[in-house]
């Protein structure tokens, strides 16, 4: 884990209480929630809210971005069109860690239709706390930049 312990957070209206839970949960790990909203429940357009979090990691700002829409699809979708972001939705622990220790994702998204709030919580801790392992991993982390250019 970088030195960086902003993680942005960003949903649609269809996650607005999974993620006031997640931004209390990602304090208590000992990172900073840096919530970019949507703050009011009105329906909204998840790209905007994807693209914005993922901005954010691209940018450096934040290590690591936590997206959520009622599947974690769409949003996840809006957000790997940005330039420099892996992201992977994950509805158990062992993906989270695994999207962190051989894909080197910097961005994760949950389904708040899809999975429990607990289940939520422990999926930010797994992927959070789960470290890039390098390696032969390495290489396949840069195919996939490569397709980029
Ligand atoms: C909104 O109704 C819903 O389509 C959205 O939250 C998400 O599930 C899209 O992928």
Redesign the pocket.
Known sequence: MTANKRIALS?????IELRGLIAAHIGKLGFEAVDIGPTTPE?TH?PKHGEAAARLVASGDCALGVI??????????AANKVEGIRCGVCSDTFSARMIREHNNANMLSI???VVGVEIALEVVTAFLTAEFEGGRHATRVDMITAIES
């Open positions: 949903s649609d209206h269809a996650a329906s998840y959520l829409c009622g599947t974690g699809q769409g949003i996840m979708m389904g708040a239709r």
